[in-house]
């Protein structure tokens, strides 16, 4: 029994390994197409290596299409864009049935049976068609007229929001933000990675992307990345995180009772935790720690948490909220 256990985990030792080389040589390869954001493209590989989803805000221009496209095409992996509009219906996403020419019903597969969805501007769209994508989120499955169809693995969902222009729009309920793993914001580029884009972009030079993963290699990693083991310190440490951000109960930070109206639930310490073996592993390390859930806590916690009207006239975002609470 123990000579298994420990061939198990030198194979996992192994494996560990194999997945920093790999994807130190995928961000090699994104970095072709994608100048600068190493930031963000590193929080969307370790939601997709976590089996999460991730929301982007940022203005147009940022990439965020060029961004989902070119990621799925280094991982091997289908990838389907949805415009979200004021009239798309949950049809004309995960699929309808018609009546064939033997006047039988047949599913016609909607743009959801993919394995990367990039849903742009989400909150264009009502709620009603914002809650198709729920299921296909939490259960990695569509119901249609009482049938259930399994989407294939690995499934994740990037959703994009323009944070300037909230005209026509509908804002995500709190059960739909929540299923978001991330929430990233991206930033406008440097000077110097502006230049660089002006010569890549305009010059009619197209760089391919070579494929460094493939869905069978990304569900092994997947698995992987759940067997990782935890210190009862770290998850001791991501509980009382979130615990300071609850209003007012026993554990609350003051800072979250004088600036928040809500806050994080317990999936917010199931993502800090799983988010923090992901980064740790990417790093070369074998067992997480308290930096690891530092470095995903606010991508995981911001949109969790609701500022209050005291927050705003103060100026408190919920980012600087996040960072002096973990500070503290």
Same mark, same amino acid.
């Given at each position: 029994?123990?000579?298994?256990?420990?061939?198990?985990?030198?194979?996992?030792?192994?494996?560990?390994?194999?997945?920093?080389?790999?994807?130190?040589?995928?961000?090699?390869?994104?970095?072709?197409?994608?100048?600068? %954001?190493?930031?963000?493209?590193?929080?969307?590989?370790?939601?997709?290596?976590?089996?999460?989803?991730?929301?982007? $805000?940022?203005?147009?221009?940022?990439?965020?299409?060029?961004?989902?496209?070119?990621?799925?095409?280094?991982?091997?992996?289908?990838?389907?864009?949805?415009? +979200?509009?004021?009239?798309?219906?949950?049809?004309?996403?995960?699929?309808?049935?018609?009546?064939?020419?033997?006047?039988?019903?047949?599913?016609?597969?909607?743009?959801? +049976?993919?394995?990367?969805?990039?849903?742009?501007?989400?909150?264009?769209?009502?709620?009603?068609? %914002?809650?198709?994508?729920?299921?296909?989120?939490?259960?990695?499955?569509?119901?249609?007229?009482?049938?259930?169809?399994?989407?294939?693995?690995?499934?994740?969902?990037?959703?994009?929001?323009?944070?300037?222009?909230?005209?026509?729009?509908?804002?995500?309920?709190?059960?739909?933000?929540?299923?978001?793993?991330?929430?990233?914001?991206?930033?406008?580029?440097? +000077?110097?990675?502006?230049?660089?884009?002006?010569?890549?972009?305009?010059?009619?030079?197209? !760089?391919?992307? !070579?494929?460094?993963?493939?869905?069978?290699?990304?569900?092994?990693? %997947?698995?992987?990345?759940?067997?990782?083991?935890?210190?009862?310190? $770290?998850?001791?440490?991501?509980?009382?995180?979130?615990?300071?951000?609850?209003?007012?109960?026993?554990?609350?930070?003051?800072?979250?009772?004088?600036?928040?109206?809500?806050?994080?639930?317990?999936?917010?310490?199931?993502?800090?935790?799983?988010?923090?073996?992901?980064?740790?592993?990417?790093?070369?390390?074998?067992?997480?720690?308290?930096?690891?859930?530092?470095? $995903?806590?606010?991508?995981?916690?911001?949109?969790?948490? $609701? %500022?209050?009207?005291?927050?705003?006239?103060?100026?408190?975002?919920?980012?600087?909220?996040?960072?002096?609470?973990?500070?503290?």
């Amino acid at each position: 029994m123990y000579e298994t256990t420990k061939q198990n985990y030198s194979s996992d030792v192994e494996q560990l390994d194999i997945l920093v080389q790999k994807t130190n040589d995928l961000k090699k390869e994104i970095s072709k197409v994608i100048i600068g %954001q190493e930031k963000i493209i590193e929080q969307v590989l370790i939601s997709i290596f976590s089996k999460g989803h991730c929301l982007l $805000v940022g203005v147009p221009g940022l990439a965020k299409t060029l961004l989902v496209n070119t990621i799925s095409s280094a991982l091997g992996l289908s990838y389907n864009r949805i415009q +979200f509009t004021p009239d798309l219906m949950p049809s004309d996403i995960i699929g309808s049935e018609i009546l064939d020419e033997n006047r039988k019903f047949k599913f016609i597969h909607g743009p959801i +049976f993919a394995n990367i969805i990039l849903a742009d501007e989400i909150n264009r769209t009502p709620p009603k068609t %914002q809650a198709a994508l729920l299921e296909a989120m939490q259960e990695h499955s569509v119901t249609v007229a009482g049938n259930s169809y399994l989407l294939e693995e690995p499934f994740f969902v990037l959703a994009t929001q323009n944070p300037i222009e909230q005209e026509g729009t509908y804002p995500l309920p709190e059960a739909q933000l929540d299923r978001f793993m991330f929430m990233l914001w991206l930033d406008y580029p440097t +000077f110097e990675e502006e230049v660089d884009i002006l010569k890549s972009t305009t010059t009619g030079i197209e !760089n391919k992307v !070579n494929e460094i993963f493939n869905r069978e290699e990304i569900i092994s990693m %997947q698995n992987l990345i759940r067997k990782i083991p935890v210190s009862d310190n $770290v998850y001791e440490y991501a509980v009382k995180l979130v615990e300071k951000t609850r209003v007012s109960t026993p554990k609350a930070h003051p800072l979250a009772n004088k600036y928040l109206s809500w806050g994080a639930g317990p999936r917010a310490s199931q993502y800090l935790i799983i988010g923090a073996k992901c980064h740790a592993a990417l790093k070369g390390k074998y067992s997480p720690d308290i930096e690891d859930v530092k470095s $995903v806590a606010v991508s995981v916690l911001r949109h969790r948490i $609701v %500022q209050n009207y005291t927050a705003q006239a103060e100026g408190y975002n919920t980012e600087k909220i996040i960072i002096e609470l973990i500070n503290s």
